[in-house]
């Protein structure tokens, strides 16, 4: 059975940092791309970031700069990707989720509030 599981979501000032983690299961996960994406209340949901097998990142334009996705590949086909989240800011707050673009496969999210 395939699953996402994030972590790392919290409660943090504006200019502060978090690291989400999702932990991919039941899959063969090494050969796929990994993303994160995110939703704030009333919006589109959005592409955060993304990263190949061969780790070549993509990152959405309000991100690049503050945010870095990595994974690691385990041999196992448990796979992990993370998302250091740096310099944050009011308007990162959402859900943000995990998933393999293409494919139905949603983590259930964690929170991100950047909040004073």
């Known amino acids: 059975q395939v699953q996402l599981v994030e972590s790392g979501g919290g409660l943090v000032q504006p200019g502060g940092s978090l690291k989400l983690s999702c932990v991919a299961s039941g899959g063969f996960f090494s050969f796929n791309t990994m993303a994160w994406y995110r939703q704030a209340p009333e919006k589109q949901r959005e592409l955060v970031a993304s990263?190949?097998?061969?780790?070549?990142?993509?990152?959405?334009d309000s991100v690049k700069g503050r945010f870095t996705i990595s994974r690691v590949n385990d041999v196992n086909h448990k796979n992990t990707v993370y998302l250091q989240m740096n310099s944050l800011k009011p308007e990162d707050t959402a859900v943000y989720y995990c998933t393999v673009p293409g494919s139905p496969y949603w983590g259930q999210g964690t929170q991100v509030t950047v909040s004073s």
């Open positions: 990263i190949t097998s061969g780790g070549s990142t993509n990152y959405g």
